[in-house]
């Protein structure tokens, strides 16, 4: 694997240890002395890791947000696998044309892969389309069986060393094999996740989706191997080696959403690792009517029920250090009446502790100046109040609005969280947009997706995704 440092990294050695130090955002994370050598030596003359170990240690700075993963050189055609493209579909003619026609286009052999559609009951000329392209077309046990059963089903066929996955309504980039492949020069690789786009930007909607989707996995390679943590990859733009899909039955048939997280946790829990690669770009078709957008958000509420039993020790973490949350509770207080006195209680907590953080790093030998550990405290306070936000909205919008009949605080309240998270989502994401439209699909959103949520619990008598893991970051200030 070739990792990439940041610029602005760099190594405090002293009596007290090794540590990597990186001041925009702050972090600080203590190493041994390999480590730090190796750091060095990247820092000299950037390269990969030349040992097992050194590829681990990379792993650790990249998982921290120390270096990024960068892409791994494509392999020549004499390496290239045979690759097995499996296409779901139900009456989407339309788009199984178009998804075909952008695969024509690939840039890879075309002795090396085989396309297998996989019709599950359409009453449309879907399977007439994938016939005329050269498809292999089979059909499910019973029409109306879901996607993840018509994916088993395209396997049970398949050739291929790897397989796969693309949906009817997308449409691949010509490169999206050959770069997505090549992350799997790692044997304990199981499963590749790549890029996903929106396909259009017209309307409203779309360039919603196209920044807010949850197939979009943003800019950074992620890897997860063991662990409890919830990533995942989306079905959408996956390839797996067929090996190891077989060796856990493939996904859950009786899953009709939820199936792709079921399948890549399985990955990683058997003792494989996942990756995503900001590359291999497909384009998604999103829902484009706000009907069907919300009821789609709904449907995907519905499967952390099925999740949690499942897979019940992966829940969702929340990181919670004392003070600024302390400081939120503040800012909360000040806006239930609690006055001006509360607001500046929380400045003078957040300024005090960001002092005391800095004395704390003098005492093991790290001087940062003052303005960077305070714009650093302002900074973390700022990101804890928007990760609970984001949660109290998702999940307890609807507790909310009901206490807000004979609370009015709780609106308030409510009202305060919604404007904040919505803001920053506004001002990173970009959607291209106008503030007051992207709240009136954010809104809606987040209490489509918890309808979901509390409707797939309740069918499955289950709240465990409800709770969360709380703990606090021993790496970053």
Request: aromatic residues 8%; contains cysteine.
């Amino acid at each position: 694997m070739n990792c990439r440092l940041h610029p602005q990294i760099k190594v405090v050695e002293n009596d007290r240890g090794s540590f990597l130090l990186r001041e925009i955002p702050l972090a600080i994370l203590r190493v041994n002395g390999t480590l730090a050598s190796l750091v060095k030596r990247l820092k000299e003359n950037p390269e990969g890791a030349c040992s097992k170990a050194e590829e681990k240690s990379l792993e650790l700075l990249a998982a921290r947000g120390f270096a990024d993963r960068l892409p791994t050189p494509a392999a020549g055609d004499d390496a290239l696998p045979l690759v097995s493209i499996i296409i779901p579909v139900k009456d989407r003619a339309r788009e199984l044309t178009r998804c075909l026609e952008s695969l024509e286009r690939l840039e890879y052999p075309r002795e090396l892969r085989e396309i297998i559609v996989v019709d599950d009951g359409s009453s449309d000329a879907s399977a007439a389309v994938a016939l005329g392209f050269g498809c292999r077309v089979v059909t499910t046990d019973a029409p109306g069986s879901g996607p993840a059963a018509a994916r088993n089903r395209g396997v049970d066929v398949a050739r291929g060393e790897i397989l796969a996955f693309i949906d009817s309504d997308c449409t691949a980039s010509p490169g999206w094999l050959r770069e997505l492949l090549a992350g799997f020069v790692d044997p304990t690789l199981a499963a590749v996740g790549g890029l996903v786009d929106g396909m259009r930007e017209a309307g409203a909607l779309d360039r919603y989706e196209a920044v807010m989707s949850s197939l979009i996995l943003g800019k950074r390679a992620l890897t997860g191997s063991s662990g409890n943590d919830t990533f995942y990859l989306p079905s959408c733009n996956l390839l797996v080696r067929a090996r190891a899909f077989r060796a856990l039955d493939g996904f859950s048939p009786e899953m009709h959403v939820g199936e792709d997280v079921d399948l890549t946790w399985r990955l990683r829990d058997a003792g494989w690792r996942i990756t995503y690669l900001p590359a291999g770009r497909i384009w998604h078709e999103h829902r484009s009517r706000f009907i069907p957008f919300l009821k789609r958000r709904f449907d995907y509420g519905t499967s952390e029920g099925s999740l949690n039993l499942l897979h019940p020790t992966r829940r969702k973490r929340m990181i919670i250090p004392p003070a600024p949350a302390l400081s939120l509770l503040l800012v909360m207080a000040a806006l239930l009446g609690g006055g001006l006195r509360c607001l500046i209680g929380a400045l003078i907590l957040t300024v005090g502790d960001a002092l005391l953080q800095q004395r704390r790093l003098a005492r093991q030998g790290i001087n940062i100046d003052r303005i960077t550990v305070l714009r650093a405290r302002f900074r973390g306070t700022g990101s804890l109040a928007y990760y609970l936000g984001y949660h109290l909205l998702r999940y307890y919008a609807w507790l909310f609005i009901c206490l807000a009949a004979v609370l009015p605080e709780a609106g308030i309240l409510l009202i305060s969280v919604a404007f904040l998270t919505g803001s920053i989502d506004y001002w990173v994401k970009r959607p291209g947009m106008n503030f007051a439209l992207f709240l009136g699909f954010y809104l809606p959103e987040q209490l489509a997706y918890g309808a979901g949520v509390f409707a797939g619990c309740l069918n499955r008598k289950h709240f465990g995704s409800y709770r969360f893991i709380i703990g606090k970051s021993l790496a970053h200030i």
